[in-house]
């Protein structure tokens, strides 16, 4: 449990980089009292109204036979009528997340503007037309095989690329409107802005809800983990945003680390069984990895500028 939940945190902390910087940037254009409202009273929303009720009503939505309530605790329960509903319910969860995350990805790999932490990185970025023919096929092929064994595991994956969608939707118009918002070219007042910056907090929390599933069933450690995480963004957001950015490969990290879970998604969806410390402990690792290849990078340049110090002087 200790495990899960420290690598929920960190998984959540690091897929929510963007998020803070969008919130650190808008919060830059807002009064010193809208901020501290932001800060402070926002968390509550952030950690138990999303990242709280958004897996409890998954949970319930995907295993309605559990009832609203029953699957809050239900991966505790030993009660055996539970235990069949969930297991047999979770591998369509399993799927559409682990569809979800797949896409999410790809799409950062073929399109996105990105600091190349590895080579091939480059490659794929130089081929961004075909991302939508890439993501088609995945879907179709994995749809095929899903057919096979329940229709409803094909559905499942269905919703899951449904979901990012939409999802990746928002997530554009909040860049055009952060955009605007910094260059001054829109009206909204500072209670219209922290309206704003809540939406798109749970837009970018569905990354981390979906993710957790790769952990853990379990709503109140999703709860624990993914709030944890939360906190640690808005920290980050109230100062150190600027240092987090310097590590420039961090990003790579966070979207390495949800193609690994997103595997592991899609192969329990298929009913293998995948050990539950596996996603914890490949995310420290991939995470690990890309923080020493950051840290490496800034000595490197800060090394640099001190040589050009020198010799200006």
């Known amino acids: 449990m200790i495990l899960v939940v420290i690598g929920l945190c960190l998984f959540e902390t690091v897929s929510s980089i963007d998020n803070a910087v969008i919130n650190a940037e808008v919060l830059g254009t807002m009064s010193q009292k809208a901020r501290r409202w932001f800060l402070i009273w926002g968390i509550l929303f952030a ?36 235990i069949e509903a969930i297991e047999s319910s979770t591998p369509v969860l399993m799927m559409g997340g682990g569809i979800f995350l797949l896409f999410l990805f790809f799409h950062w790999l073929f399109l996105e ?14 081929q961004s037309v075909w991302f939508f023919a ?60 922290i309206l704003y910056l809540e939406v798109i ?22 709860l624990l983990g993914n709030g944890l995480g939360a906190i640690v963004v808005r920290q980050m957001t109230m100062g150190n945003i600027e240092r987090v950015k310097k590590y420039k490969y961090l990003k790579n990290g ?19 069984d995948v050990p539950t410390w596996i996603s914890p402990v490949m995310t420290f690792l991939i995470l690990g990895y890309f923080f020493y290849r950051s840290h490496k990078l800034l000595k490197e340049e800060k090394s640099c500028e001190k040589k050009k110090k020198g010799i200006e002087e």
């Open 113 to 126: 503007a990105k600091t190349y932490g590895l080579h091939v990185e480059k490659f794929f970025h130089r």
């Open 201 to 222: 907090d749970a837009t970018f929390s569905v990354d981390g809800v979906l993710g957790a599933f790769a952990f853990t069933m379990s709503v109140p450690l999703i």
């Open 254 to 272: 966070a979207m390495y680390s949800i193609l690994g879970l997103g595997i592991v998604m899609v192969a329990e969806g298929f009913h293998y």
């Open 47 to 82: 950690v138990f109204i999303v990242r709280g009720f958004l897996p409890w009503l998954i949970i319930w939505i995907t295993v309605p036979s559990l009832g609203f309530f029953g699957s809050l605790s239900a991966a505790f329960s030993s009660n055996p009528i539970v």
């Open 134 to 193: 890439v993501v088609s096929l995945l879907l179709t092929l994995i749809v095929w095989f899903a057919m096979k064994i329940d229709s409803f595991l094909a559905f499942g994956a269905v919703v899951g690329s449904t979901a990012f969608f939409i999802t990746h939707g928002f997530k554009q118009n909040a860049e055009k409107t952060e955009h605007e918002m910094i260059h001054g070219e829109s009206s909204l007042s500072d209670w219209s802005k």
